[in-house]
T-cell receptor, first 112, second 112 residues
Framework: SQQGEEDPQALSIQEGENATMNCSYK?????LQWYRQNSGRGLVHLILIRSNEREKHSGRLRVTLDTSKKSSSLLITASRAADTASYFCATDAPGGSYIPTFGRGTSLIVHP | EADIYQTPRYLVIGTGKKITLECSQTMGHDKMYWYQQDPGMELHLIHY???????EKGDLSSESTVSRIRTEHFPLTLESARPSHTSQYLC???????????FGQGTRLTVV
């Protein structure tokens, strides 16, 4: 079964607005990552947050992690039409396997 | 830019044919993966490898097989393609000690 579940499944916003996507997972994790996928393409790694970190920033991206709630959020600030894509969270379990398991993804549409 | 390549990008093939999807990476990564992605976006891990001569089945049962004779090469084979195999197949790799994955562009397989 899949580890991560993203919410919402789809999100439609106007350019300039912020977009927030959430990811919940079921078991303990080692790391949590967020990826982006443009239509029909491969996934691109955006950011990794370790289980002992609570927040991480990269440009317009802000990721939070709450291990007590087994959840993470990805915030994209000042969105652009080019941010239109699907966003996935991926987790890997403690123990050193480092095998990423992906959720269902959130489809983001940013209208110009 | 990730140095991981999948060929072909698109393949339409008749039922019963044998096919091999190619995946190569030039990053020297030990770990390689195959994911199957449904039209509704969810990624399922079908095979992975920790290195040469290592192959493991993933979370989703698949009739495909893989081999890892060389570090850089991780082909996936279907002995007898069926319409139920129609999907997008994504290959990825990561270095030892991390789950940050680099993806190829994918192969979209259609079995008619």
């Amino acid at each position: 079964s899949q580890q991560g579940e993203e919410d919402p499944q789809a999100l439609s916003i106007q350019e300039g607005e912020n977009a927030t996507m959430n990811c919940s997972y079921k078991t303990s994790i080692n790391n949590l990552q967020w990826y982006r996928q443009n239509s029909g393409r491969g996934l691109v790694h955006l950011i990794l947050i370790r289980s002992n970190e609570r927040e991480k920033h990269s440009g317009r991206l802000r990721v939070t992690l709450d291990t007590s709630k087994k959840s993470s959020s990805l915030l994209i600030t000042a969105s652009r039409a080019a941010d239109t894509a699907s966003y996935f969270c991926a987790t890997d379990a403690p123990g050193g396997s480092y095998i990423p398991t992906f959720g269902r993804g959130t489809s983001l549409i940013v209208h110009p | 830019e990730a140095d991981i390549y999948q060929t072909p990008r698109y393949l339409v093939i008749g039922t019963g044919k044998k096919i091999t999807l190619e995946c190569s990476q030039t990053m020297g990564h030990d770990k390689m993966y195959w994911y199957q992605q449904d039209p509704g976006m969810e990624l399922h891990l079908i095979h992975y490898s920790y290195g040469v001569n290592s192959t493991e089945k993933g979370d989703l049962s698949s009739e495909s097989t893989v081999s890892r004779i060389r570090t850089e090469h991780f082909p996936l084979t279907l002995e007898s393609a069926r319409p139920s195999h129609t999907s997008q197949y994504l290959c990825a790799s990561s270095a030892a000690g991390t789950s940050e994955a680099f993806f190829g562009q994918g192969t979209r397989l259609t079995v008619v």
